[in-house]
């Protein structure tokens, strides 16, 4: 059987990757009185008094609601609500083996940004924090927005900020071996939704000199007047020196390439443009921007994929997990820059002694690693003012 057609059975036979399961128990008319009636009215009538006792008195300081629409999943766009669920369920999963989070889907059949954010809104009192996925752009950046600014808890959009950390960290590390500065390089970004901005701001608060985003329509200038509107804030951010054309301009000299786009954009020849000791992460999946052998013979000298069959896998589940758990720990209100920087460096410094060509990242199995990123997380919101425990 293929992949395909082993995960579809296993699926039937799952019915669901979650479950229900019980801390307490009832097995007889104590255990009862003490889970439910007549016992229970007692934390009730505390958190009553004091909300914030919901976080001891209830599973609420563990669990994370993760939200979609079902607008764009995966690679397979938007497929509706419904059909996302085993997308979320299966992230559901991943949050409880790599950061041992409690995580609830809810598949919400709008595409109202204002109708999506009551929802969640109004849920909010259910949980330590709502995690965003698969939900389009540019409604995706108005529902974060919108949401955080309605919610006390964090409001976290995997798709931008997930995808932004673990880049970051591999960029870090790539950065160290090839012996550059952060503000002397250029980075060129293919992709200028979700990921692609959330990877450029983030570049940005990394201290990387100069950015070109590259999107459908060439290379995104301010002085363009073509622009399209969703991409004007972005463009108005990068490309200090408005460069123009098309994405084998903006290589010429760079020092870092990043896609997040569509296969076979870029070329072996391209990439001998770059500056010497290339680091080229083409992330699009399951075909990336370039093959590997491809930008190696082009003289990329780090190279990273999204795919689990070439070093330097660049993994969302690196991040989440951890940021999650960090946040958590201490009550965050918010999942702020100082959180996510904080992130990618305990990424980056996981890898220790091992940092090579073929290993800037951890792997996605390593054990300890969601642990890390959760205690930098938890001590960055602890001093930049956001933690509440």
Excluded at 118 to 136: H, P, V, W
Excluded at 155 to 174: E, K, Y
Aim: aromatic share 4%; hydrophobic share 45%; net charge negative.
């Amino acid at each position: 059987m293929t992949t395909k057609e082993l995960a579809l059975q296993k699926h039937y036979e799952w019915r669901g990757k979650l479950e229900t399961g019980v801390r307490s128990h009832v097995t007889n008319a104590e255990e009862l009185s003490l889970a439910y009636t007549p016992g229970v009215a007692e934390p009730c009538l505390v958190i009553e008094k004091d909300i914030d006792k919901s976080y001891e008195l209830t599973r609420r300081w563990n669990t994370v609601a993760v939200i979609t629409n079902g607008t764009a999943v995966l690679g397979l766009g938007d497929i509706g609500p419904e059909a996302g669920m085993p997308v979320m369920e299966g992230k559901c999963v991943l949050f409880k083996e790599f950061g041992d989070v409690d995580a609830i889907p809810l598949c919400i059949r709008s595409k109202n940004v204002d109708e999506i954010v009551n929802t969640c809104a109004l849920l909010a009192g259910s949980f330590g924090g709502i995690n965003l996925e698969d939900i389009a752009a540019p409604d995706c950046f108005e529902i974060e927005r919108k949401l955080q600014a309605r919610c006390d808890i964090p409001v976290f959009h995997d798709d931008q900020h997930g995808t932004a950390i673990v880049v970051g960290a591999g960029v870090i590390n790539a950065l160290k071996l090839a012996g550059k500065k952060p503000e002397n390089c250029r980075m060129v970004i293919s992709g200028a939704g979700a990921a692609g901005s959330a990877i450029a701001r983030f570049m940005l608060a990394l201290g990387i000199g100069e950015i070109i985003m590259n999107d459908r329509e060439g290379l995104l200038s301010a002085d363009d007047p073509n622009v399209a509107p969703g991409r004007r804030e972005i463009a108005s951010l990068t490309n200090p020196n408005h460069v123009r054309g098309t994405i084998a301009d903006g290589l010429r000299g760079a020092d870092v390439f990043v896609g997040v786009s569509a296969p076979g954009l870029v070329t072996a020849d391209m990439v001998r443009t770059m500056n010497d000791k290339a680091i080229v992460f083409a992330m699009a999946n399951p075909v990336p921007e370039i093959m590997p052998d491809e930008a190696k013979a082009g003289g990329a000298y780090i190279i990273g994929t999204g795919r689990s069959d070439y070093p330097n896998q660049v993994n969302n589940v690196l991040a989440f997990p951890g940021v999650f758990r960090g946040a958590l720990d201490v009550r965050a209100s918010v999942i702020n820059e100082e959180m996510k920087l904080a992130a990618a460096h305990a990424l980056a410094d996981f890898v220790g002694d091992r940092l090579s060509e073929t290993c800037i990242l951890p792997g996605a199995f390593e054990k300890g690693v969601g642990a890390a990123v959760g205690k930098a997380v938890g001590e960055a919101a602890r001093k930049s003012g956001v933690a509440r425990a």
